[in-house]
C-alpha cells in the first residue's frame, strides 16, 4: 500500500446497522489521531469470497466479521491461528501486503480482558467455572479460560448433546451437567458465565435457579442489552462480583485496531460512554 493511501477496516455481516464497532472504532481513530475509516459492510452470502479478495485491493487492511460469517471467513482464510481454529470461527481478518488472509479470533481474549480490567485480582486457576451454553461465544470463553489456568469447567447447555461435543473437543478439564440440574453446581463455582442469549431484550429469561450464587461468586454475562441483565441484578443482591458484557465487546477490538492501524488503543470509561451513545 502506499504511504498516502488512507487505511480503510470495517465490519461486515447481514444484518449490520446494529453493529457497534463503527461507533467503536471510529472513536479510537479520531482520539488518537489517525488518518482511517471504519466502515460497517453488508454483504451478501453469495457475494462473501469475492469481496474478501477485492477489499483488500480498494485499501482496506482488515475486518471484523460478524453473524452469519464468522465460520465461513474461517474457511476462507489462507493462515489462521491456532485460538481461531480451536474456537471454529473468525471474528477478525488481516490483509497481508502479499494478498493473503489472515483469521483471528479475539472473543476469548476480549472475555478474559474484560475480567481482569473489572476485577483486577481475579485469578483464572481460583476454582471451578460453570458455563452456561454451549455456541460460538461459548467455545470462545472455555478456550480462554482453558488457557487462563482453570482446571475445572462445569458445561451446561438447553440441548446437552451440544456440550458434550464441546467437552469431547475441549478435554478432561471440561465436565457437562444437564441444564435442570446446573443450579446445584451454581453452588461451587468461583465463576459464572452466561454465554446464551437467555435475558436479551426480545429473548427469554433465564429460569435456572440462582440460590447456589455465594457473596464473593464472579458473575459474568456476554449480553449487554440490557447492561444489567437479570442474571447480573440477582447476583449483585447477593453480594457477587459481576462483569457485564460491554466491556467484552470493547476489548475483543484492541488486538485488530493494533494490527490495521499500528497503534494500540485503550478501553475507557470515555469509550464505553460513546459505544454505548
Not at 469481496?51 to 489462521?80: C, S, W
Not at 458465565?193 to 429460569?207: F, P
Not at 457477587?240 to 470509561?269: K, N, Y
Request: aromatic share 6%; with cysteine.
Amino acid at each position: 500500500m502506499s504511504e498516502t493511501r488512507v487505511p480503510l477496516a470495517g465490519v461486515i455481516g447481514s444484518p449490520i446497522a446494529h453493529s457497534k464497532s463503527p461507533r467503536l472504532h471510529g472513536h479510537w481513530l479520531r482520539t488518537l489521531g489517525i488518518r482511517g475509516h471504519y466502515i460497517p459492510m453488508e454483504i451478501m452470502p453469495d457475494d462473501l469470497e469475492s469481496a474478501l479478495r477485492m477489499l483488500p485491493k480498494l485499501g482496506f487492511v482488515g475486518l471484523n466479521v460478524t453473524i452469519p460469517y464468522k465460520e465461513k471467513a474461517l474457511e476462507i482464510a489462507d493462515l489462521v491461528t491456532d485460538r481461531a481454529t480451536l474456537i471454529g470461527a473468525a471474528n477478525t481478518l488481516i490483509f497481508r501486503p502479499d494478498g493473503q488472509i489472515h483469521a483471528d479470533n479475539t472473543d476469548g481474549y476480549g472475555f478474559i480482558q474484560n475480567i481482569r480490567q473489572t476485577l483486577p485480582d481475579w485469578k483464572a486457576d481460583a476454582g471451578t467455572a460453570v458455563v452456561l451454553g454451549a455456541g460460538g461465544a461459548a467455545r470462545a470463553v472455555l478456550a480462554s479460560l482453558l488457557d487462563a489456568g482453570t482446571q475445572r469447567i462445569i458445561l451446561s447447555n438447553r440441548t446437552r448433546i451440544r456440550a458434550d461435543n464441546l467437552k469431547d473437543e475441549f478435554g478432561k478439564r471440561v465436565e457437562v451437567v444437564d441444564w435442570v440440574h446446573v443450579g446445584n453446581a451454581i453452588e461451587d463455582a468461583v465463576l459464572l458465565v452466561n454465554t446464551t442469549s437467555l435475558g436479551m431484550v426480545g429473548k427469554a429469561e433465564m429460569r435456572i435457579p440462582l440460590d447456589g450464587l455465594r457473596p464473593g461468586t464472579v458473575v459474568s454475562d456476554l449480553v449487554y442489552t440490557p447492561m444489567m441483565t437479570k442474571l447480573l441484578q440477582t447476583a449483585k443482591d447477593k453480594d457477587c462480583r459481576i462483569v457485564d458484557g460491554v466491556g467484552m465487546l470493547l476489548h475483543q477490538a484492541v488486538p485488530g485496531f493494533e494490527r490495521w492501524f499500528g497503534v494500540r488503543p485503550e478501553v475507557t470509561e470515555d469509550l464505553r460512554r460513546v459505544v454505548l451513545g
